[in-house]
C-alpha cells in the first residue's frame, strides 16, 4: 500500500503540486495522464524524491512513513529502496553491460551474493527476451532493447511499486509496441505500478485506476471506464476529446 | 672525443630518470586525491571550502610554479617553525612533491569537475532510483565514467606535469635536469649544447611513451561509450 498526502511542490515561485493526495493498492496499476506541465512528472519524482516535495506525507506500507518537511537521509534511503523508477530517457549505467545494469542494485544495494544476483538477472533477461545481449554496453541498443533492460533492472530489485516515468515518450513508434507489451505482461503479474503515460489506450486496457491531473492538481480520479470512456469534468473531456480528435485532414 | 662521449653523456643523464619518474609518479597520485576531494567541493558547494577551493584554484593557476616551488622549499618550513614544527631535515625531493602535487591537484580539479558533469544529471538519478547512496553512485557509475571523459584532458596534464618537473633542480633535486646542471657546471660550461640535445630527447622519448600509455588506457577503458564525433 502505497499512501501520499498533501503533497505540495513549488519550483521558485511556480507552483507545480498544489496539494495530491493518492493512495495505491497492493497490486494496482495506477496511471497518471494529462497535459504537458500538468505535474504529473514532477509528483511521480517526488515519490522517490528524486524531487523533494515541500510539503506532505509518503507512506509506503505499514512500516515507513516519511514527512517531506524534514525527512533523514535514512528516510530518503529506504524510500528509494522500496521503490525503483523507470526513465524516459532509460538512464541505463552507461559503463555496465546489460547483464551488469540488472545486477547492479542486487549486489551493492541488497548485498546478494554475484551469484544470487546473476541468477536474477538471467532469469529477467529471459522474460525480456534479451539474452543475447547480456554483455552488450547500453549504447548498443536500440531505444526499445534499451527499455525494456530498464524495466528488468527495476524488476530485479523486486520493489514494492514501480514507477514509470513515460516509458515510451522517446522511443520510435516502431519500439513503443515491445515495451507496452512488457509492461502488460508485468501488470498481469500483480506487481504494483505507477505510470506517467500520454498512451491513452494503455491507460484504458491495462490500468485498474486512472488518475487525471491538470494545473498540479488532481482532476479526476477513479477506473478507466469512469475517467477515459465517461468523465464528468470538463476539462477531462476536453483533454480527451483533442487527444482522441480524428484528424482534420488525410494527406 | 665524438660519439663515445654522448653515449657517456647519456647514460650519466639516464641514472637520474627514475627520480624524475619518481616525482612524477609521486605528485600525479598525490595530486589526483587531492583534485578529486577538491572537485568534490566545487561541484557540491560546500560552504566555506567551496570559496576556499576557488581561491586556490585561482592561485594556483595564476602564479608561476617556480614562485610556488620556492614558496613551499622556503616559506613552508619557516612558517611551520613558528608553530615548533621543524621540517628542515626533509630532503628536497619531498617539497618538489609536495609543490608539484599541489599545483596539479588545482588543474586536475577543473578536469575532473568538468568530466563529472559531462556524466549527467541521469546518471545520478538512476542511481539513487535503486537506492544507491551517493558514495556508492560515484564509486560504482559516476567517477569510472567521469575517468574515461578526462583521460584526454588527464593526459594533457600528466604530460606538463612531466615537464614541469625539470624546475625541481632549482631547489636542489638531482633528477635529469639536476644531473645536466651538474654535467655542465663540472664542465665549466663547456659541451653545454650536446647535454642539453640529449636531455630535450629524453624528455622528448618519456613524452612520447607517456602519450602511447595514456591512448592505451582510453582504448581500454573506453567500453559502452560511443564517440559520437567520430563516424
New interface residues.
Given amino acids: 500500500m502505497i499512501k501520499l498526502s498533501g503533497i505540495y511542490k513549488k519550483f521558485q515561485q511556480h507552483e507545480v503540486l498544489k496539494g495530491i493526495d493518492l493512495e495505491v493498492k497492493k497490486g494496482d496499476v495506477l496511471t497518471i495522464i494529462g497535459p504537458s506541465g500538468s505535474g504529473k512528472t514532477t509528483f511521480l519524482r517526488c515519490i522517490?524524491?528524486?524531487e523533494k516535495p515541500d510539503e506532505g506525507t509518503i507512506e509506503i506500507g505499514s512500516t515507513l512513513k516519511v514527512n517531506a518537511i524534514k525527512p533523514s537521509k535514512k528516510d530518503i534511503?529506504a524510500l528509494?529502496?522500496k521503490?525503483?523508477?523507470v526513465?524516459q530517457?532509460y538512464?541505463?549505467?552507461?559503463?555496465?553491460?546489460v547483464l551488469e545494469n540488472i545486477m547492479?542494485?542486487l549486489t551493492?544495494?541488497q548485498k546478494k551474493s554475484k551469484q544470487e544476483a546473476r541468477e536474477v538477472a538471467e532469469r529477467l533477461l529471459h522474460k525480456i527476451g534479451l539474452e543475447e545481449k547480456r554483455d552488450a554496453?547500453?549504447?548498443?541498443l536500440s531505444g526499445g532493447q534499451q527499455q525494456r533492460v530498464g524495466i528488468a533492472?527495476?524488476l530485479a530489485?523486486n520493489p514494492e511499486v514501480i514507477?514509470f516515468d513515460e516509458p515510451t515518450s522517446a522511443l520510435d513508434p516502431e519500439m513503443v509496441g515491445e515495451v507496452l507489451q512488457l509492461m502488460k505482461q508485468i501488470a498481469a503479474e500483480g506487481i504494483t505500478m505507477i505510470v506517467v503515460t500520454h498512451e491513452i489506450d494503455f491507460a484504458h486496457e491495462v490500468s485498474n485506476h486512472v488518475v487525471f491531473m491538470d494545473g498540479g492538481h488532481i482532476v479526476e480520479e477513479g477506473t478507466p471506464e469512469e475517467v477515459i470512456v465517461h468523465p464528468q469534468k470538463e476539462r477531462t473531456q476536453q483533454f480527451l476529446k483533442r487527444l482522441r480528435k480524428n484528424p482534420e485532414y488525410i494527406i | 672525443m665524438g660519439s663515445q662521449q654522448w653515449g657517456i653523456l647519456f647514460a650519466q643523464i639516464m641514472e637520474r630518470l627514475p627520480i624524475t619518474i619518481a616525482m612524477l609518479i609521486a605528485a600525479l597520485i598525490l595530486g589526483l586525491i587531492l583534485g578529486t576531494i577538491i572537485a568534490i567541493i566545487q561541484i557540491k558547494r560546500i560552504p566555506f571550502l567551496h570559496q576556499c577551493m576557488t581561491l586556490f584554484i585561482s592561485f594556483s593557476r595564476c602564479t608561476p610554479l617556480l614562485v610556488q616551488l620556492f614558496l613551499v622549499y622556503f616559506g613552508v618550513p619557516q612558517l611551520l617553525s613558528a608553530f615548533g614544527i621543524y621540517i628542515n631535515d626533509l630532503t628536497p625531493f619531498i617539497f618538489a612533491v609536495v609543490t608539484f602535487a599541489l599545483h596539479i591537484s588545482a588543474y586536475l580539479a577543473e578536469v575532473i569537475r568538468s568530466a563529472y558533469l559531462a556524466v549527467g544529471e541521469?546518471?545520478l538519478?538512476?542511481?539513487?532510483?535503486?537506492?544507491?547512496?551517493y558514495t556508492?553512485a560515484l564509486r560504482?557509475?559516476i567517477l569510472?565514467?567521469a575517468f574515461?571523459l578526462a583521460l584526454p584532458n588527464l593526459g594533457n596534464t600528466i604530460i606538463d606535469l612531466f615537464k614541469d618537473t625539470s624546475l625541481a633542480f632549482t631547489i636542489g633535486v638531482v633528477d635529469i635536469m639536476g644531473q645536466a646542471r651538474l654535467i655542465i657546471g663540472n664542465n665549466y660550461g663547456l659541451g653545454m649544447f650536446k647535454v642539453y640535445i640529449i636531455i630535450s630527447l629524453i624528455y622528448w622519448g618519456v613524452c612520447i611513451i607517456i602519450e602511447i600509455i595514456i591512448h592505451q588506457i582510453e582504448q581500454r577503458f573506453k567500453?559502452?561509450?560511443?564517440n559520437v564525433a567520430k563516424t
Fill in positions: 522517490n524524491f528524486l534511503l528509494r529502496q521503490t525503483a523508477m526513465f530517457n538512464n541505463l549505467f552507461q559503463n555496465k553491460t547492479e542494485g551493492v544495494v554496453y547500453p549504447s548498443s533492472r527495476a530489485l514507477l | 541521469a546518471q538519478e538512476a542511481c539513487y532510483s535503486i537506492g544507491m547512496t556508492q560504482r557509475v569510472p565514467q574515461v567500453k559502452g561509450r560511443v
